[in-house]
T-cell receptor, first 111, second 115 residues
């Protein structure tokens, strides 16, 4: 069983829809949680970075962390075709630089 | 003014050859990483250097050898290439000084194809 599980999708939604992405993890030592966006044939770019349980909002993006359930989510409101990409969750321990990634969910937003 | 750059972008080579991939960052970061992304997009850490010192060394065949001549550069040398080495290799860097705010920035990737 992988440390981080993420539904690979693919996910196809109409423009304007809310996109919901999820990851679960098994290691309760994970303390820092990130979401990366990766466009086709590009490197991952950091979207959101969270530490505590709860919600963090940045524009159309909301990251949610529930440490008690070992579950994190990313919501994209008013999705745009430019949001079409693979979204990767990542997490790490308190005293470790090593990131553990989910498998990534490929999202297509249809115009 | 690319933050993390890698060369080459594409690499096609025969099985058994030896090849190197170079990475440079101009962010003033102390820590650099190599990741392998397979055909299913799964990204896995291979190595990390902090101020030229190896700090992460995952279970990777010893045909793979990282080298950090200075903290702005981290190269990856691969000996005796195998078909299974075909993947996209990403370099990344992070500040590496304050763990609780440390975030990694990725390069554009090197697509390696072994024939």
């Amino acid at each position: 069983q992988k440390e981080v599980e993420q539904d690979p999708g693919p996910l196809s939604v109409p423009e304007g829809a809310i996109v919901s992405l999820n990851c679960t993890y098994s290691n309760s030592a994970f303390q820092y949680f990130m979401w990366y966006r990766q466009y086709s044939r590009k490197g991952p770019e950091l979207l959101m970075y969270t530490y505590s349980s709860g919600n963090k909002e940045d524009g159309r993006f909301t990251a949610q962390v529930d440490k008690s359930s070992k579950y994190i989510s990313l919501f994209i409101r008013d999705s745009q075709p430019s949001d079409s990409a693979t979204y990767l969750c990542a997490m790490r321990h308190l005293n470790d630089y090593k990131l553990s990634f989910g498998a990534g969910t490929t999202v297509t937003v249809r115009a | 003014d690319t933050a993390v750059s890698q060369t080459p972008k594409y690499l096609v080579t025969q099985m058994g050859n030896d090849k190197s991939i170079k990475c440079e960052q101009n962010l003033g970061h102390d820590t650099m990483y190599w990741y392998k992304q397979d055909s299913k997009k799964f990204l896995k850490i291979m190595f990390s250097y902090n101020n030229k010192e190896l700090i992460i060394n995952e279970t990777v065949p010893n045909r793979f050898s990282p080298k950090s001549p200075d903290k702005a550069h981290l190269n990856l040398h691969i000996n005796s290439l195998e078909l299974g080495d075909s993947a996209v290799y990403f370099c990344a860097s992070s500040q590496g000084r304050t763990l609780n705010t440390d975030t990694q920035y990725f390069g554009p990737g090197t697509r390696l194809t072994v024939l």
